[in-house]
């Protein structure tokens, strides 16, 4: 597409061209003459530009609007008789959503003018959008199992049956999800972005196994916390695993996968540091005390 600049630049390289054609035609042209009585051929010279007189506009219904006008506005509604095309597949990844409408607002504001949105304001509107279609929908209460009780026994369940998920559940390697992207890209093989699987799979048992654990009700705050930072993480890995068919939705979820893995952090430091000045104490051993310290 042709900036500004080059279009102005076109047009006046355009219009020398036209000029400099007429007054090469003109200086190679014969002046027309005509005999004079004694013989001689003089210039005629023409010293007033002939009349020129306007067609007249029609409008043979006196509405003031020209026939010309009328014959060009359609006021019949489109109907498309035809079938759809069967090999039209329509898109589906975020990505073909994007381009579709990116192209679409494009043409829009070109049609617009000086009305219509600058590509700037086009991209921040884009990226805007993006980021809000890339949004978890977030747990909320209804979700989770609320317990009415809060005793210091409630409490210290709570914490070891946490725990014990994290710690017993289906466990993977230790390569990190980020590096097992970064090294498929290199190489361009989607196929080892299979590894990512089990990730997933390990991250969506941790999600659906705790939301069914019975949450002492001064803690489900805390709880919705974890839950949702470990929805965010698997929506992470989830989008880097189809990196090579939806690029685009990758790209938004890889750049706040370290958000969020810093959150689930915190998520589960907070949990234990609250259930701690509740007075919860860990025996040595029990699941809880082996999270927290490390120790078995």
């Keep these: 597409?042709?900036?500004?600049?080059?279009?102005?630049?076109?047009?006046?390289l355009f219009a020398a061209t036209i000029i400099s054609t007429s007054l090469f035609l003109r200086a190679n042209t014969n002046t027309p003459t005509v005999p004079t009585d004694n013989g001689d051929q003089s210039a005629v010279v023409v010293t007033t530009a002939p009349e020129r007189k306007p067609l007249p506009e029609l409008d043979q219904n006196n509405d003031g609007?020209?026939?010309?006008?009328?014959?060009?506005?359609?006021?019949?509604?489109?109907e498309i008789t035809g079938e759809p095309d069967e090999n039209y597949t329509p898109p589906e990844t975020l990505t073909e959503q994007f381009s579709l409408t990116f192209f679409q607002n494009m043409v829009r504001a070109k049609n617009y003018g000086a009305f219509g949105a600058s590509t700037d304001e086009l991209a921040e509107n884009s990226v805007a959008t993006l980021v809000q279609q890339t949004q978890d929908t977030l747990l909320t209460e209804k979700d989770i199992v609320v317990s009415d009780d809060v005793s210091l026994t409630a409490l210290s369940t709570y914490g070891n049956t946490v725990a014990d998920i994290l710690l017993n559940g289906?466990?993977?390697?230790?390569?990190?999800?980020a590096e097992i992207l970064l090294q498929a890209l290199r190489a361009q093989d989607a196929?080892?972005?299979?590894?990512?699987?089990?990730?997933?799979?390990?991250?969506?048992?941790?999600?659906?196994?705790?939301?069914?654990?019975?949450?002492?009700?001064?803690?489900?705050?805390e709880h919705l916390y974890l839950l949702n930072?470990?929805?965010?993480?698997?929506?992470?890995?989830?989008?880097?695993?189809?990196?090579f068919q939806d690029p685009m939705f990758a790209l938004i979820r890889i750049k706040r996968y370290q958000e969020d893995t810093q959150a689930l952090l915190t998520a589960l430091q907070t949990i234990y540091?609250?259930?701690?000045?509740?007075?919860?104490?860990?025996?040595?051993?029990s699941p809880a005390y082996v999270l927290t310290t490390g120790d078995n």
Aim: proline share 6%.
């Design 191 to 221: 196929e080892s972005l299979k590894k990512l699987d089990a990730k997933i799979a390990a991250y969506t048992f941790f999600l659906e196994t705790l939301k069914e654990v019975p949450v002492p009700s001064t803690l489900r705050s």
């Design 273 to 285: 540091t609250t259930l701690e000045r509740s007075g919860v104490v860990w025996t040595p051993g």
């Design 1 to 12: 597409m042709l900036s500004a600049q080059a279009r102005i630049a076109a047009a006046l």
């Design 229 to 243: 930072s470990i929805q965010a993480v698997q929506s992470d890995i989830a989008a880097m695993r189809n990196t």
């Design 170 to 177: 289906p466990q993977t390697d230790d390569e990190n999800e």
């Design 65 to 78: 609007v020209p026939d010309w006008q009328e014959a060009l506005q359609v006021t019949t509604p489109l």
